[in-house]
């Protein structure tokens, strides 16, 4: 399957401060990404769909002044935790896909987000 | 109405017997498809098996199948000889023709595999 990298793995931040997670699909180009988080023992919630050079569209609920996404290309697209706050603690998983219907999404390893 | 229903919070299986995890989904578009993932301790979503909506066979990948039923929208995953690798959380998902941004997930199920 095609591979999606997520850098960091793990992060550890002082409240208040930003933190850029990035999501890049290695070997294949990737017209939309998504950005999920989980809680734990829960199941995945979508926080945005992000199509390579235009506006993300974000769920319902989700600030996106607060959840800043750039999908600059067809495989890289980031997300940006501004003035994190300890209730921003948690795993955020980014995935990659094709517009098909029979197009799974490849997902990135996730990052560990723990604002202090 | 929920998109995707997984009733089975957690399963227990004994090592090398077989195993079924719940799915159930519910849309109104004829085109559609469905996905199965696994999540180990680990964190990683791990693609497994995929079945659409026309398919007229039940798709298998290995040692798992997918139990399709259209008429009772149900698409149930067999896990054959079970084994203690296979512990995880599964999650069934769905994504339909007349949308591609979206993916629909369940709620989970934790299966443990017993030696």
């Known amino acids: 399957g095609a591979v999606v990298s997520q850098h960091p793995s793990w992060v550890i931040c002082k409240s208040g401060t930003s933190v850029k997670i990035e999501c890049r699909s290695l070997d294949f180009q990737a017209t939309t990404m998504f950005w999920y988080r989980q809680f734990p023992k829960q199941s995945l919630m979508l926080m945005a769909t992000s199509n390579e050079g235009s506006k993300a569209t974000y769920e319902q609920g989700v600030e996106k002044d607060k959840f800043l996404i750039n999908h600059a290309s067809l495989t890289l697209s980031t997300l940006t935790v501004t003035s994190a706050h300890p209730e921003d603690s948690s795993f955020y998983i980014c995935?990659?896909?094709?517009?098909?219907?029979?197009?799974?999404?490849?997902f990135g390893p996730g990052t560990r987000l723990l604002v202090l | 109405a929920q998109k995707i229903t997984q009733t089975q919070p957690g399963m227990f299986v004994q090592e090398k017997e077989a195993v079924t995890l719940d799915c159930t989904y519910d849309t109104s578009d004829p085109s559609y498809g469905l996905f199965w993932y696994k999540q180990p301790s680990s964190g990683e979503m791990i693609f497994l098996i995929y079945q659409g909506s026309y398919d007229q066979q039940n798709a298998t990948e290995g040692r798992y199948s997918l139990n399709f039923q259209k008429a009772r929208k149900s698409a149930n995953l067999v896990i054959s000889a079970s084994q203690l690798g296979d512990s995880a959380m599964y999650f069934c998902?769905?994504?339909?023709?007349?949308?591609?941004?979206?993916?629909?997930f369940g709620s989970g199920t934790k299966l443990n595999v017993k030696p």
């Open positions: 995935s990659a896909t094709r517009q098909a219907l029979q197009e799974t999404q490849y």
């Open positions: 998902a769905m994504r339909e023709g007349n949308n591609f941004n979206k993916f629909y």
